[in-house]
């Protein structure tokens, strides 16, 4: 679960045990697929669009879904599919669908796997903004001012889009498809998803495995000890290597010295250098929320986390072009599959922002959130959707093996610890060079397809401390052989 990159909050069966009673309507055979090609798959795959109800208390309108499937490589295949439920929130499933060939290249041999995109993104009428903060000369303020007139300008129920509500969905796009009982795959906030549907529909379900696993009273925006966690770890383990310290002796000191920076600036402060991508001579505005932003997203993967020493000691010396082309990558390559902002916000503002509590952020206080955790009241003042209260969540009773990585800077393993107290049968595996996602990494999914084969049975998760840990970048010519 990519994203702005944040992770989630479940709620309890009891919660909306009303809500998820209302009648579905019956389906006397499965829902006819059609032959596609998506983005990210070579091969044909088959899809459905689905409509749903965009709010089940009031009948009438309608959003409609869509989603993949890609049938199991194996005649005679087993009657239980993978569910797989993206992160964000904003992610789409047709996002994700890379992972075919990585995390369940094993699984499908035997079981469907099923990719949705929750509403609100990716070809479920993705909610999202045609501009923002892409003007790299623009301050956060201006960014601001940007999205609060996308919010405006938007004429999406945003109160519909909802946990529950994507929970619903799920259940509509099962019975649609002709399945019993499913299994799911949920990646960060999919975890979420994931943990709220088991709890809603607890008989329709055989196994879950949870990847980056958000704990049912995590809130989204305080993340902040948890990403400072992740670089102070960098710190140390740079401090630790050889090549990395000599290269870069004082690190923590520059990377304190570009915060004070950006305290001491208003909105930010003006660069003027060769446009990474053209050369031309460009200005551009650092502020908090691209400085902070970009190191985060970093962090989700040692690979790319240890490229920031480089990153940071070249900025603290005035050379922000590394820094820039680093930022540039992301808008350069994942326009198509960027999280669906509107999508997210309307989650969050809904579930998130009412427990963080000024207690709790200012506990959680840090650099890394501190930018996006202060223009959030203002986003969801302009959002507007009522609040979803909170109750203790049930005990899942199914089958569940929970996935962290140990530098992981959104849902480290103490996140997996807390959602396991609330699991009958849960089983967890840590690896220790991984960050956010493990999946499709080195024995990750030899293990996904022995527990969905038999999820009573304890998975030996020894293999993978066998991922090894990325090198350094310690100079221009990229990270070390």
């Known amino acids: 679960m990519r994203s702005s990159p944040i992770p989630q909050a479940p709620l309890t069966a009891a919660l909306f045990a009303a809500f998820f009673a209302a009648p579905l309507a019956a389906h006397a055979a499965p829902a006819a697929t059609h032959g596609c090609h998506l983005p990210g798959v070579e091969e044909g795959l088959r899809c459905l669009r689905l409509p749903v109800p965009l709010d089940a208390a009031r009948p009438g309108a309608t959003l409609t879904l869509h989603v993949t499937v890609a049938p199991a490589l194996r005649e005679g295949a087993r009657p239980d599919p993978v569910f797989v439920l993206a992160g964000g929130p904003g992610e789409a499933g047709s996002d994700v669908l890379p992972l075919l060939s990585t995390a369940f290249r094993r699984v499908r041999a035997t079981r469907d796997i099923v990719f949705i995109d929750q509403r609100g993104t990716g070809l479920s009428g993705k909610l999202e903004c045609d501009s923002g903060d892409a003007d790299d000369s623009a301050t956060d303020q201006q960014a601001d001012a940007a999205m609060l007139r996308c919010i405006a300008a938007s004429k999406a129920p945003f109160a519909a889009y909802t946990t529950a509500n994507a929970a619903r969905d799920i259940e509509q796009v099962r019975r649609a498809l002709g399945y019993g009982r499913i299994n799911l795959w949920g990646g960060s906030y999919g975890t979420r998803l994931a943990q709220v549907y088991a709890r809603a529909y607890p008989g329709n379900v055989r196994a879950l495995a949870l990847d980056g696993v958000a704990a049912p009273d995590q809130v989204i925006p305080a993340g902040g000890r948890d990403s400072q966690a992740a670089l102070d770890q960098l710190f140390r383990q740079c401090a630790a290597d050889a090549g990395c310290s000599k290269a870069y002796p004082a690190l923590r000191t520059e990377f304190d010295a570009l915060v004070a920076k950006l305290d001491a600036s208003a909105g930010g402060f003006k660069l003027s250098l060769p446009d990474p991508r053209t050369a031309r001579q460009v200005d551009t505005t650092m502020t ?194």
Do not use: K
């Open 288 to 481: 908090s929320a691209r400085l902070f932003g970009t190191m985060h997203g970093m962090l989700y993967a040692p690979a790319d986390a240890r490229r920031l020493p480089f990153l940071l000691h070249s900025a603290a010396q005035g050379r922000w072009q590394p820094f820039v082309a680093r930022r540039n990558l992301a808008a350069d390559f994942s326009a198509e599959g960027s999280p669906a902002t509107l999508m997210h916000l309307a989650v969050v503002c809904a579930e998130d922002m009412p427990r963080l509590t000024p207690a709790l952020a200012a506990s959680d206080a840090a650099p890394l959130t501190r930018a996006i955790v202060g223009r959030l009241p203002a986003l969801c003042r302009a959002m507007n959707v009522p609040a979803a209260p909170w109750t203790e969540p049930a005990r899942i009773a199914a089958p569940a093996l929970l996935l962290s990585g140990a530098q992981d800077p959104v849902t480290p393993p103490h996140r997996a610890a807390s959602a396991a107290r609330h699991m009958a049968h849960a089983q967890q595996l840590t690896a220790p060079n991984v960050g956010h996602g493990v999946s499709q990494l080195g024995c990750a999914p030899r293990l996904l397809r022995a527990f969905f084969d038999r999820p009573q049975d304890q998975v030996d998760g020894a293999c993978l401390a066998e991922i090894p840990a990325p090198t350094f970048q310690l100079g221009s010519a990229g990270p070390q052989p």
